[in-house]
């Protein structure tokens, strides 16, 4: 099937630094990709939809100057955590979608990104 | 709004049948999808259903979809080990603009 690649799989960083991860498709392109926050023992929560070319979508509670989201081609799309602070720490993951709409979601291996 | 809703966990003896079942809000749903999540690592697509079957297998897999009552339901026959994961239910409505929206997840844990 279609692999997404994350990196860097982990990352420790010291408030107040800006953190990159990138969303890379490898054997497809993908119009649309999803970005996701996952809390210990919790369930994924969509933090933003980032559309190729344009402006990404956020989720309402989603600080759009605190993640932003870059979608500058068809197979690759990162988030930078600005500014990050513990509350910050979290695992991160990607996902892209093939085709249409209601294509199928293929998913990275996540970054787990830890604020000291 | 959109919700699906899992039970937290289940524990089954190796070599057991498990049932793990999901319910849903959205009537638009079109593609149901199970996920594994193992620790520390992203998704595994396990298998989907799209809205207007009732059955799907696959290999060990059986997923069952009562769309009267919103259930989805998946079935693992001969539980191993190595199916010791947490297993995600998720939908894609056309109501939450083909948004992915997921349950909590069900923590699967295997017993000898």
């Known amino acids: 099937g279609a692999v997404v690649s994350q990196h860097p799989s982990w990352v420790i960083c010291k408030s107040g630094t800006s953190v990159k991860i990138e969303c890379r498709s490898l054997?497809?392109?993908?119009?649309?990709m999803f970005w996701y926050r996952q809390f210990p023992k919790q369930s994924l929560m969509l933090m933003a939809t980032?559309?190729?070319?344009?402006?990404?979508?956020?989720e309402q509670g989603v600080e759009k100057d605190k993640f932003l989201i870059n979608h500058a081609s068809l197979t690759l799309s990162t988030l930078t955590v600005t500014s990050a602070h513990p509350e910050d720490s979290s695992f991160y993951i990607c996902?892209?979608?093939?085709?249409?709409?209601?294509?199928?979601?293929?998913f990275g291996e996540g970054s787990r990104l830890t604020v000291l | 709004g959109e919700d699906v809703e899992q039970s937290l966990f289940l524990s089954v003896r190796e070599g057991d049948s498990s049932v793990i079942n999901c319910t849903y809000t959205?009537?638009?749903?079109?593609?149901l999808y199970w996920y594994k999540q193992e620790p520390g690592a992203g998704l595994q697509l396990l298998t989907y259903i799209f809205s207007n079957m009732d059955m799907k297998q696959d290999q060990r897999l059986t997923v069952l979809l009562n769309k009267k009552d919103k259930h989805l339901s998946l079935r693992i026959a001969d539980t191993q080990t190595g199916d010791s994961a947490i297993y995600f239910c998720?939908?894609?409505?056309?109501?939450?603009?083909?948004?992915?929206?997921f349950g909590s997840g069900t923590r699967l844990s295997i017993r000898p």
């Open positions: 998720a939908e894609i409505a056309y109501s939450s603009a083909s948004k992915i929206i």
């Open positions: 959205d009537s638009s749903s079109t593609y």
């Open positions: 996902s892209a979608r093939v085709g249409s709409k209601t294509g199928e979601l293929f």
């Open positions: 054997d497809f392109q993908a119009t649309t």
């Open positions: 980032s559309n190729e070319g344009s402006k990404a979508t956020y």
